[in-house]
């Protein structure tokens, strides 16, 4: 069935460090969402791709979509330590389905 | 306003016995959402309700099953649970579907299955 993969799994990085992970999809997306988990909590949503070759920046963080509609990346510039937590994609595959990729652990040294 | 309230918020149970998991959303919203979350498997995808119907279903035994009220509250159940399904389940609200836009998330019910 429909798949979203996320690499990588973890990722340390010293504070200051560029950090990304990566979403991909075994089949088009109609749009990609991006969540952040903080250690004990819930996700919480960060934002809504939804063009191809859409790209969207938060303050440090930068999210696209691919051209094909099937992967996406999320960009951390220079982490900070209130960046640690888990980032999630979820992608809506052809059935409406909020497919959830397995999420990168970001861990940031002082 | 009030986020979405997840009950209970932890529980042990034994094997063979069921369970029953509630999700209040947050008011307005009318589609609700299960996970269940693992450490080696993520956030798999449980059924989604909207406006008291389910709209999708995850990939899980018919040992799981939920509902959703006229108020959009929704219970999910477990039956004949195993040690397996052992998981922090995530329930999500969102105002319409939730393959068109953000969901919010409720703190969720740890379950515990011994």
């Known amino acids: 069935g429909q798949q979203v993969m996320q690499i990588p799994q973890y990722q340390h990085v010293q504070e200051g460090e560029d950090f990304t992970t990566y979403c991909n999809s075994s089949?088009?997306?109609?749009?990609i969402q991006w969540y952040k988990q903080r250690p004990g909590g819930h996700p919480v949503f960060l934002i809504q791709?939804?063009?191809?070759?859409e790209v969207k920046k938060q303050k440090r963080l930068t999210f696209q979509f691919g051209e094909a509609k099937k992967n996406s990346s999320l960009h951390i510039t220079a982490t900070q330590t209130t960046d640690v937590g888990t980032y999630f994609c979820a992608g809506v595959d052809s059935s409406y389905k909020l497919i959830f990729g397995s999420g990168t652990r970001l861990l940031v040294r002082p | 306003k009030a986020g979405v309230t997840q009950t209970p918020r932890y529980l042990i149970k034994t094997r063979g016995q069921q369970v029953t998991l509630s999700c209040s959303p947050i008011?307005?919203?009318?589609?609700v959402s299960w996970y269940q979350q693992t450490p080696g498997q993520g956030l798999q995808f449980l059924f989604e309700?909207?406006?008291?119907?389910?709209?999708n279903k995850g990939n899980f035994p018919g040992r799981f099953s939920g509902r959703q009220f006229s108020n959009s509250r929704s219970e999910m159940n477990v039956s004949t649970l195993e040690l397996g399904d052992s998981a922090l389940y995530l329930c999500?609200?969102?105002?319409?579907?939730?393959?068109?836009?953000?969901?919010?998330f409720g703190e969720g019910s740890r379950l515990t299955v011994l």
């Open positions: 008011s307005g919203h009318r589609s």
């Open positions: 309700y909207f406006s008291e119907t389910q709209r």
């Open positions: 999500a609200s969102s105002y319409g579907t939730t393959n068109t836009g953000e969901l919010f």
């Open positions: 089949t088009t997306l109609s749009n």
């Open positions: 791709l939804v063009k191809s070759g």
